[in-house]
């Protein structure tokens, strides 16, 4: 008998598995089992490399659905991600994603489907290693402001601390609404609106205040 399973990474405080399953189960899955590697990045360590994640290759088996929200629960490392898909995919293993409702299935044996299926692997692992490179140099740049501006006026203290700050990113990369996220967290639509659109500037505001 196959089964579904949830792959939850949760990197922040303030990120749950039980969201990743409900955000499954509102778009029409049928979870079986939920696997959670808790507090890894997603950077710097390799799915082989997690715990729980470890744990997936002896659980899975031929005919198994693989559900993540978005690929970067896997990874945000464009040759890790390809790989670890290529490798369940191997196993005879389904992934499917929450958001976009994407499907990467071994079995297909159509060339065009096949090479579409790969560009599409090639892309969404790219988007995440992207994603990631973009928010670690706003980090920076918040840093290198905070320290220029070092004994001078630290302006308006922001509503959010880091742990939120990052979560608020994470979330903003999914299909979860601004109000949604600005309640989740106990932040106004306008805080979330500036982490947003001027993450760059939000970085630095944080960072002058750490």
């Given at each position: 008998m196959t089964q579904t399973i949830l792959y939850a990474r949760v990197s922040t405080a303030e990120q749950t598995s039980t969201h990743q399953k409900d955000q499954a189960e509102k778009a029409g899955f049928q979870i079986d089992r939920v696997v959670t590697d808790q507090g890894v990045s997603g950077v710097s360590v390799a799915f082989a490399d997690r715990p729980e994640a470890k744990r997936l290759f002896d659980m899975l088996r031929p005919g198994d659905v693989l559900v993540v929200r978005w690929v970067d629960r896997l990874g945000r490392n464009y040759d890790d991600v390809t790989h670890t898909i290529r490798t369940l995919m191997a196993m005879g293993v389904i992934v499917r994603t929450v958001i976009n409702n994407f499907t990467f299935d071994g079995s297909t044996k159509d060339?065009?489907?096949?090479?579409?299926?790969?560009?599409?692997?090639?892309?969404?692992?790219?988007?995440?290693?992207?994603?990631?490179?973009?928010?670690?140099?706003?980090?920076?740049?918040?840093?290198?402001?905070?320290?220029?501006?070092?004994?001078?006026?630290?302006?308006?203290?922001?509503?959010y601390?880091?742990?939120?700050?990052?979560?608020?990113?994470?979330?903003?990369?999914?299909?979860?609404?601004?109000?949604?996220?600005?309640?989740?967290?106990?932040?106004?639509?306008?805080?979330?609106?500036?982490?947003?659109?001027?993450r760059e500037q939000a970085e630095a505001a944080l960072a002058k205040w750490e």
């Open positions: 060339p065009v489907q096949k090479a579409v299926r790969d560009s599409l692997i090639a892309f969404m692992a790219a988007t995440s290693q992207a994603q990631a490179e973009a928010t670690k140099e706003a980090q920076k740049a918040g840093i290198t402001h905070a320290k220029a501006t070092d004994g001078k006026y630290l302006g308006r203290k922001p509503s601390d880091r742990k939120v700050f990052d979560a608020v990113c994470d979330a903003l990369q999914g299909t979860t609404t601004v109000s949604e996220i600005a309640r989740t967290h106990g932040l106004s639509r306008q805080a979330v609106l500036r982490i947003k659109d001027q």
